[in-house]
Each structure stands twice: as structure tokens, then as C-alpha cells.
């Protein structure tokens, strides 16, 4: 459904105010999402990953994934432009970029505040940009940084002139695509999702149905439910922790993602990884189509110079 030129101003996105959103999260949480995305799936007792997981060695908590800090920007995808009109049903993830200020904690509450950072009219679509920022309730301390670029589909055609409106305060640098490099990667990791993953994801708080009905992935083109793009990105970037930060989580400084192409549940994720400094850049693809489904970057503190 096509947005309504008369109704809808872009020039007033600057004026937009939407209200703080609370979120809360249990070590539970962070359990089931580490095992939404696949940790301890081949290895129950993987030693990078158990600790995600359980108290191993009588630690008092389990550890945080990093892109644990992406479910926060969920309660964002919700959001209502006065006159922008579009099936939720049929909302793409396109990008993903997040920045982490402190190691999460295993269990917390949060208060979310959220903006439009960007819209773009692309005739038959609108690419929205939102960005998340988490602060701990209790202290105010700002934990973590979202910004999400997501494609709605019938939502564009709203510019009031012939040149497309386009707006963002999203700064190039950050969540832009990256160039792959054409040399070999320093590393490869390959991991297979369950059929059930997304399923399984999905009691991670993303309830799109295009993860989960049949007939909703059909009306939106794919044969079959796909796999959440946050999903994909999570093997990713697990992958790189195991793979360059030998099982160091807290290593991570902030992550881009770029969803390229759907993933379907039961296909085979392989990560390839190169070292730029300090920097990871990573291609993901699935290995039975032979396709890049998602590249991006991942930036590091303290990445040692003998790797």
C-alpha cells in the first residue's frame, strides 16, 4: 500500500518525537538467543561457546553475545510515520550497524530511546533508517548504539518534486558496504543452521511471520520462510569471535552488516575473513547456492599483532 503524497510530510522527520521504550532481559534471554544463533549447536560443550550458555568453571554469570545488543532495536521496527503507509509484513532488513560502550551485562533493565535517522524514496519502496540508543536504567549509562536500515515495500512515490527525497544524518563511515578483498581470507568458518532455526530465533522477540508462515513467505516472494537477516549475522559474527578473537566476546567494538540475499533454514553459512589493522572484514554465504547472502565489518579492541 503506497504512502499518500497529501498526507505525508518528509520535511517533518526532524520533528518527530517517539517515547522512550523500556526493555528488560533475563540471563534466560541471553541464553536462548545464544542458541538462536547457533552457539553449542555442533559441540554442546564447545569451549568458546559454553559460556554463553552456563556457569562454566563457577563463573557467576554467563557471558553476553554482542549481537545480543541488536534485539534492543526491535521495539524501533514499530514505528509509525504520520501518513507513511506499508505492510509490515513485507518490512526487508537491509543494514545493521552497532556499537558497544561496555561489555553487556548478563541480565538488565533498559530504557531505548529511538529517532528516524534517514528516509529515502525509491518509487515503489522507502528505505528507513532508525537508530537505537540503550541506557541502563538504573545508572544511565549508555551501553549500545543501533542503527537499522530496513526496505519497506509500497511505501515510496511520496516525493512532492521530481527530484526523490533523501535524508540521513548516518555518518559514511559507518555501516557503509565494504570491498571485499580479491586475496585469500585469512580465515573460513562453515556452520550449518537447523531447519528449525528461525523458529528457534524467534523466541528471541522477532515475530515477523515471513520467519514462520508459509503462506506469508509465499505472498512475499520466497518459497519458504526465511531466516532472520539478525540470524545471519549472528553466526557471523560468532564466527569471527572464535575464529580471530579466540573466544574473547568482549573484543568486539562495533559491527555493520549488510544483508545481501535471504538465507533459508537448513542451508550452510560460510564465513570468510579478512584482516584489515584492527579491523574484520567479513562475507558470509550459503554454500548450496554458492551466494553472498551478507558482508560487512567488525572493528576490534586490542587485536593482537602476531594473529
Not at 499518500?4 to 522512550?20: G, I, M, T, V, Y
Not at 526496505?151 to 548516518?170: C, E, Q, T, V
Not at 540470524?231 to 544483508?259: E, Y
Request: proline share 6%; with cysteine; glycine share 8%.
Amino acid at each position: 500500500m503506497s504512502s499518500d503524497a497529501s498526507d505525508f510530510d518528509p520535511d517533518r522527520l526532524s520533528s518527530l518525537q517517539f517515547p522512550e521504550m523500556p526493555y528488560t532481559y533475563s540471563e534466560r534471554d541471553v541464553a536462548l538467543y545464544a542458541l538462536g544463533i547457533g552457539a553449542c549447536a555442533r559441540d554442546a560443550v564447545d569451549a568458546d561457546e559454553l559460556k554463553y550458555v552456563y556457569h562454566e568453571n563457577g563463573q557467576q554469570s554467563i557471558q553476553v553475545l554482542p549481537t545480543f545488543a541488536a534485539l534492543f532495536s526491535l521495539g524501533g521496527l514499530k514505528f509509525e510515520v504520520p501518513g507513511l503507509q506499508y505492510d509490515p509484513r513485507l518490512l526487508l532488513h537491509g543494514q545493521q550497524y552497532i556499537e558497544i560502550y561496555k561489555p553487556l551485562p548478563t541480565n538488565a533493565s533498559l530504557n531505548n530511546t529511538v529517532t528516524v535517522a534517514g528516509l529515502h524514496d525509491k518509487g515503489k519502496a522507502a528505505i528507513v533508517e532508525m537508530e537505537t540508543k540503550s541506557y541502563e536504567k538504573d545508572s544511565g549509562a549508555l551501553l549500545c548504539m543501533n542503527r537499522t536500515t530496513v526496505f519497506l515495500r509500497g511505501a515510496g512515490g511520496f516525493s512532492k518534486s521530481s527530484h526523490p527525497f533523501s535524508y540521513s544524518n548516518y555518518p559514511k563511515d559507518k555501516g557503509s558496504s565494504v570491498k571485499i578483498p580479491k586475496g585469500q581470507p585469512f580465515a573460513v568458518f562453515e556452520d550449518c543452521t537447523l531447519p528449525s532455526q528461525a523458529l528457534l530465533y524467534r523466541l528471541s522477540g522477532d515475530y515477523n511471520p515471513l520467519h514462520s508462515d508459509p503462506m506469508i513467505a509465499k505472498i512475499a516472494g520466497f518459497t519458504s520462510p526465511i531466516l532472520h537477516g539478525l540470524c545471519t549475522l549472528g553466526f557471523a559474527v560468532r564466527a569471527i569471535i572464535k575464529c580471530i578473537c579466540r573466544g574473547d566476546s568482549n573484543m568486539v567494538k562495533c559491527i555493520s552488516g549488510r544483508f545481501l540475499l535471504h538465507v533459508y533454514p537448513g542451508e550452510t553459512l560460510v564465513t570468510e575473513m579478512w584482516l584489515e589493522g584492527s579491523r574484520v572484514i567479513y562475507q558470509t554465504k550459503v554454500k548450496e547456492r554458492s551466494r553472498a547472502v551478507l558482508s560487512g565489518y567488525v572493528d576490534l579492541h586490542g587485536l593482537s599483532s602476531s594473529l
